[in-house]
């Protein structure tokens, strides 16, 4: 249900319901098919956008190409990092108590 309030998809049905009401009269010209085309496009990037919020939520791989795939990265490396610190940290505690 979250996902379904999403600001993209939100600004693609409202996007779409302009698109509608002034194109009810209008007749249908090669500039409201790109319109319409556009409009299209911009849904399918949307929900695009709610699908991988979604796998990555739930932990699943998300392509690499996702805006979504760019912050799992960088956890992931934080989480490296942190690690690595951790492990550096215990050994150095282990060296001083030999001492």
Known sequence: ???LF???LIA???AGISLLRGS?????TWRALLSWLSWGITMALAVGAVV???RERRGVLVDADSP?????????QRLQFRSQKA???TQDHA?????
């Open 1 to 3: 249900m979250r996902y």
């Open 6 to 8: 999403s600001t993209g």
């Open 12 to 14: 693609a049905i409202s």
């Open 24 to 28: 009810r009269e209008q007749p249908i």
């Open 52 to 54: 991988d919020m979604n």
């Open 68 to 76: 979504q795939s760019v912050k799992k990265a960088k956890k992931a």
């Open 87 to 89: 492990l550096a940290d």
């Open 95 to 99: 060296k001083d108590a030999r001492r």
